[in-house]
């Protein structure tokens, strides 16, 4: 299994609508998981952070499965501007680096 | 809101010439990262910087490159004989103290090397 794994996409989906993408780790010993937001050519940017079984900010909800080592990121009620990169990425263990997914592609169509 | 900021945005260079990438990270931040992301691939750890040492590296930060907190607000990094798949974007992210993997990015400069 690769570090972080994550559908490219794209994913394709009209305003309103409710999408969600998933994540799986490799490593057993990490503790918290982030997803980031990347715009075409941007800097990533922190979205939300995960560090017990979940975590829910207005219509962005992650959640954390141990057992199946996934990170799912759900988003309601998708906006124009949601259309980004959303990428996962998981400290390994101890240490600061971070391990980042390849990113899915989200477009939300009007 | 503080925000870390990079310079320059863009860079274009020939191979085998020295690069100087610069960044100021969030003043009161502790920590110090350098990413590079190939265009079209995913984001690369390089290297995390604390207390003015290399707290941490990976295989991609070869002797070719260097970094440095010449002063108490730029972080460098320098790549001394460029190659053309060095060509990427890099960025510069800082944290607190608090979360160690909260990271703030900069805006990036992006790297041409022809």
């Known amino acids: 299994r690769k570090e972080v794994e994550q559908d490219p996409g794209p994913f394709n989906v009209p305003e309103g609508a409710t999408v969600a993408f998933n994540c799986t780790y490799s490593?057993?010993?990490?503790?918290?998981f982030f997803w980031y937001r990347q715009d075409c050519r941007k800097e990533p940017k922190l979205l939300m952070s995960?560090?017990?079984?979940?975590n829910e900010d207005g219509r962005f909800t992650a959640q954390l499965n141990r057992a199946s080592q996934y990170i799912s990121l759900l988003i309601r009620d998708s906006k124009l501007s949601d259309s980004a990169t959303y990428l996962c990425?998981?400290?390994?263990?101890?240490?600061?680096?971070?391990?980042w997914g390849l990113g899915t592609s989200l477009a939300v169509n009007p | 809101e503080p925000e870390v900021t990079q310079t320059p945005s863009h860079q274009v260079t020939q191979m085998g010439q020295e690069v100087i990438l610069r960044c100021v990270p969030i003043?009161?931040?502790?920590?110090f990262y350098w990413y590079r992301q190939i265009l079209g691939q995913k984001v690369e750890f390089l290297v995390s910087?604390?207390?003015?040492?290399?707290?941490?590296k990976s295989e991609i930060f070869d002797d070719q490159f260097s970094v440095e907190r010449p002063d108490g607000s730029n972080f460098t990094l320098k790549i001394r004989s460029t190659k053309l798949e060095d060509s990427a974007m890099y960025f510069c992210?800082?944290?607190?103290?608090?979360?160690?993997?909260?990271?703030?990015f900069g805006p990036g400069t992006r790297l041409t090397v022809t």
């Open positions: 992210a800082s944290t607190g103290d608090g979360s160690a993997y909260e990271q703030y």
């Open positions: 003043s009161n931040h502790l920590y």
């Open positions: 910087f604390y207390n003015n040492e290399i707290s941490e």
């Open positions: 490593n057993s010993a990490s503790q918290s």
């Open positions: 995960v560090y017990s079984s979940g």
């Open positions: 990425v998981v400290p390994p263990g101890n240490n600061r680096k971070l391990i």
